[in-house]
């Protein structure tokens, strides 16, 4: 039996006010072999593009948004917005039923999502760890998670 791929759905990641090139640059190398839809930023506080060993940018739809608000009112039609934050009101990863059309926002290690996102975010989802995890790492952890759970929500 063949599997449309419009029925499997589509995700897309990105982080808000990113740190530092490098974390960028492998958020989209693994968001690349992971099979995301497209990538983004919000805000722009690092100074030059990501590394990008394997030119994910050239392979993927890549958007930036210059605050949260210009994001949020392009955020694709039917898509939930899925909010990675060490927050009281996320849910665990490892219970959480990924939607089968989302959007994962990643904030900086610093200073995390904005509270803006958190409150427009349909999902939070957090890591079973008390302290916070490189956005890289944890992009590449919810990714793998998605890949791994074979069920989406609708």
Known sequence: MTTNNLEQGFFGIGIQ???TPENLGV?????????AS????????????????HKA????????YES????????????????????ESAVSLE??????????LLGAEDHGLSNEAIEKSHHLVKFSSTLSLNVSVAGSIVMYDRG??????T
């Open 38 to 53: 497209f990538i983004f930023t919000i805000g722009n506080r690092y100074a030059k593009q990501a590394c990008d060993t």
């Open 17 to 19: 006010n990113g740190k």
């Open 95 to 104: 219970t959480f039923k990924h939607p089968r059309r989302c959007v994962y």
């Open 148 to 153: 791994m759970k074979s069920e989406f929500s």
């Open 68 to 87: 949260f608000a210009e994001f949020y009112k392009h955020l694709p039609k039917g898509a939930m917005l899925v909010g990675v934050e060490l927050a």
């Open 57 to 64: 940018v050239g392979a993927m739809p890549y958007f930036h």
């Open 27 to 35: 958020l989209w190398r693994s968001a690349q072999n992971m099979g």
